[in-house]
């Protein structure tokens, strides 16, 4: 059975414990409602430490008003069934009382990452994202945290955030998985009807033409973007929020590719929206993969 | 002799090993130029733990664009010498470059708490507090750490800091410690020339005379603040920037003093700004310290 932690204080103590008796402590902070992109997660996470803690929480402060807080999917009890075979040690599920109660007035705000991407039509997400991340790691102190390439803005917003609040933890980036048709692993993929998966996975046919286009020397980011935005808006359903070439390390746009970029997109399907991300790397030989 | 450590990762490391090793470590954040008040946190400290440490860092980011950043005062070994008796174990002395590297950009912020007192007319400081405070607190990772209650919404501020983002920290205050006459100890009050010293004792005279007088039965906060208003603007030099009797919990102010009440001001005198605060007690009994 996995031990499932809903309090602060009983977590933290374990954890102590257990950090005191030399164990390595790995943390994957998830939302619930898992996919085979936790699972490789918590696969890789494994390897690296003694004792592997899993949270769930669905966290209101990085949604705004109007998304889809009270519509993202939550099944505790399928959850724990599903990483039954990995060898968790801990799931730490928590309620929003126990997390922000009487009082909470303090957040964690980054001045500059947020500016880009997803942080431009959802101004408050990243001080969500960061707040919680900085709680669930004074909760477990883990030594190592892992997180999804998908987000590719949020492994940077956290890496940041480590470093300048010197927080001793290893972050580490692991690859976005796909269905067998390209699409990137989400909680949110639940939320697609059959009608509009052709037009959800025109986001990884793009981000997959815009890499072969690279490779053949194209260097122009405006026309790489614009190829992609026609291949997606060939979709009624499909509405772009972004399309971006940019630096993989600031996510400041670029114009021209001539060294490794990160090509990002949100795109809307209907009511939901999704996110996905690939290298661009124009020449040979270069690290296809910056954030791990 | 007592070990200046400058480097975020030699003090990490080390108190690492401290606390694997199961010492109790204590911190001690200043911006040096110790005095009394600093002493009695320190040995307050020493009781607290075995391995303790002071910090001295003229932090910055706490100091606004016409504020004395530039002119606080400095000295590293007058600080040594004048601790060297106390059994310090070690002090963090780090630079900004260390502190605030290439591509700092995280701040944590407290959205209620620095409405009030000082954090109106010092709109940033508490950000600035709050971030370095976040930083010595995973560098260190103390058990204990100590403020003092002179820096009355400071130490509040840092409690709900740790409260909020679950650092798993004891947070004592230390009364206030006064020179012979009643001027609280600052670094500060090396600005005052001998002609503003009468000037700056006003602050706690008046603090002085508002106890008592609610000792006797005033319960009408506007009242005392007039009566401390006036005993301080007897002085030329002395320009109020804000006196109020407020809930020593959440800072708001009271109008009524029926409970527990903290009176704190803020005033200038020449370019030296100058705080105190003091509980005033409707009846006897009450806890005259809560910020301990």
């Given at each position: ?114 500016k880009y991407l997803c942080g431009r039509s959802r101004p408050i997400h990243f001080t969500g994202v960061a707040t919680i991340v900085a709680k669930l790691f004074n909760i477990v102190r883990p030594h190592v945290a892992l997180f999804g390439q998908k987000d590719f803005q949020q492994l940077l917003v956290i890496r940041q955030m480590v470093k300048d609040l010197n927080f001793d933890i290893e972050i580490v980036g692991v690859p976005t998985v796909r269905e067998p048709e390209g699409l990137a692993m989400s909680s949110r993929n639940a939320y697609l009807t059959a009608e509009q998966r052709p037009a ?93």
């Open positions: 059975m996995i031990k499932i932690v809903t309090d602060i204080r009983g977590m933290q103590e374990q954890c102590d414990t257990l950090r005191k008796k030399g164990k390595t402590l790995v943390l994957i902070p998830t939302m619930g409602y898992l996919h085979d992109g936790h699972l490789s997660l918590i696969r890789e996470g494994r390897k690296r430490g003694d004792f592997l803690v899993v949270s769930i929480f669905v966290n209101p402060t990085q949604f705004g008003p109007r998304e889809d807080f009270k519509a993202y999917p939550r099944d505790l009890k399928r959850d724990v069934e599903l990483i039954k075979p990995e060898k968790v040690d801990a799931v730490f599920y928590p309620d929003a009382q126990e997390i922000y109660g009487h009082g909470f007035q303090t957040s964690v705000r980054l001045s500059k990452l947020p959800a996975q025109s986001l990884f046919q793009s981000l997959e033409e815009a890499k072969k286009q690279v490779l053949s020397g194209e260097t122009d980011a405006a026309k790489i973007i614009q190829s992609a935005s026609e291949r997606i808006r060939a979709y009624m359903e499909a509405v772009i929020d972004y399309i971006i070439v940019c630096d993989p390390e600031t996510l400041e746009p670029m114009e021209h590719i001539t060294k490794p970029a990160l090509m990002a997109l949100a795109v809307k399907i209907g009511n939901t929206r999704l996110i996905d991300n690939m290298m661009l790397l124009p020449e040979s030989g270069a690290d296809p993969n910056p954030g791990r």
